[in-house]
């Protein structure tokens, strides 16, 4: 039987939120924004272990208080420059200090989506227990999509046919994904699924909604703490 593990990247700046603070720490309902995707991580009883990858050279995780998830949760600073070099970092981090099969479970989730439910989570690990090949979270695209050329004027209109948002968690096994982002070297790729495609393989999209948004401009923060006030 495969194992479960999570591993959230945390090692970003988030320039787009125009403040000094990194967007995992920012505040959001009393808590660092990172405490909320951690709190639904950790409570999970099939969830073995869960990594952060941090920055090196992060001095804010220590200012505040983590031990209500001890015991499941493990502090890895390692982030590397993109996304996709600070989850292959942590995976090798996490594999040097516990015992990870290949065949097992890695869900990736982005500490800047602090909504993640009980009941999302649950299903990505239901739907892609027995996949091949994994899969992700996300949500059909409601709106319509306009192209814009340089000047922000309509180039055109593009089919929303088939298209979905991605979202995390993103879930795959632990050897598949070291090999992707190893491959890809996590070049322009943005999410982990991404460096999956890019082995030729198709991860299975898991419909989830709206409420799981990422945090990534200011105005978004409160959203989320009404989100996670109603939930
Ligand atoms: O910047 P963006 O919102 O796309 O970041 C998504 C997630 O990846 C965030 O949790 C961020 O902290 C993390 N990240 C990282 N290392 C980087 C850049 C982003 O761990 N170099």
């Not at 493990?74 to 996709?84: D, E, F, I, K, S």
């Not at 991605?166 to 879930?171: E, R």
């Not at 200011?218 to 996670?228: C, G, R």
Request: aromatic share 6%; hydrophobic share 45%.
């Amino acid at each position: 039987m495969a194992n479960f593990f999570a591993l959230i990247p945390a090692a970003g700046a988030g320039s787009r939120m125009r403040d000094e603070l990194p967007k995992q720490y920012l505040p959001l309902a009393g808590k660092p924004m990172i405490y909320h995707a951690l709190r639904t991580i950790c409570s999970s009883l099939r969830i073995v272990r869960v990594f952060v990858v941090l920055a090196p050279g992060d001095d804010e995780w220590l200012r505040h208080d983590w031990s209500e998830f001890s015991g499941k949760l493990v502090v890895l600073q390692c982030g590397g420059a993109t996304r996709a070099q600070s989850v292959l970092n942590g995976l090798q981090g996490a594999r040097d200090i516990s015992a990870i099969g290949d065949g097992d479970w890695i869900l990736v989730h982005d500490a800047a989506r602090p909504c993640l439910g009980e009941t999302q989570l649950d299903k990505l690990m239901d739907e892609l227990a027995g996949d091949e090949v994994g899969g992700l979270l996300a949500v059909p695209v409601a709106d319509t999509l306009k192209r814009s050329d340089t000047s922000s004027r309509v180039a055109c209109t593009e089919s929303r046919e088939n298209l979905w948002q991605a979202q995390t968690p993103q879930m795959f096994r632990y050897r598949l994904l070291v090999e992707a982002l190893s491959m890809t070297g996590g070049a322009t790729m943005t999410d982990d699924a991404g460096a999956v495609e890019a082995l030729g393989l198709q991860p299975k999209l898991v419909l989830s909604d709206a409420r799981n948004l990422k945090v990534t401009y200011p105005q978004d923060l409160a959203l989320a703490e009404l989100i996670l006030r109603n939930s």
